[in-house]
């Protein structure tokens, strides 16, 4: 499968973005989807996952109240919306796919994953 990640740009703090990603090559509505960040010298980290019926939702701490994960299983989309954005959003965030229907914030999870996308929030 592939994805595509688009919707990054920049943005000041207290901004808002929101991130698509469309699989291709097969489909992905039984797997759960995901999206992770990496910032500039850091690891890349667990931002949020959907299960495959857009329920078992989980969030980072560092975002929850302020990301809404969701997807269309129709269109093999999965989105994140970004709302109160702070400078330390501030990251490549890849979309990836499950191996399971439902799955949690471990990397090995996740079996593909998307090139990325630059989110760049100002102060």
């Known amino acids: 499968v592939q994805l595509q990640a688009s919707g990054g740009g920049s943005v000041q703090a207290g901004g808002s973005l929101r991130l698509s990603c469309a699989a291709s090559g097969r489909t992905v509505s039984n797997n759960a989807m995901a999206w992770f960040r990496q910032a500039p010298g850091k690891e890349r980290e667990f931002v949020a996952t959907v299960g495959w019926s857009g329920g078992n939702i989980y969030y980072a701490d560092s975002v929850k109240g302020r990301f809404t994960i969701s997807r269309a299983r129709a269109d093999n989309t999965v989105y994140l919306q970004m709302n109160s954005l702070k400078p330390e959003d501030t990251a490549v965030y890849y979309c990836?796919?499950?191996?399971?229907?439902?799955?949690?914030?471990?990397?090995?999870?996740?079996?593909?994953w998307g090139r990325g996308t630059l989110v760049t929030v100002s102060s």
């Open positions: 990836a796919v499950a191996r399971s229907s439902v799955s949690g914030s471990r990397e090995s999870g996740y079996t593909s």
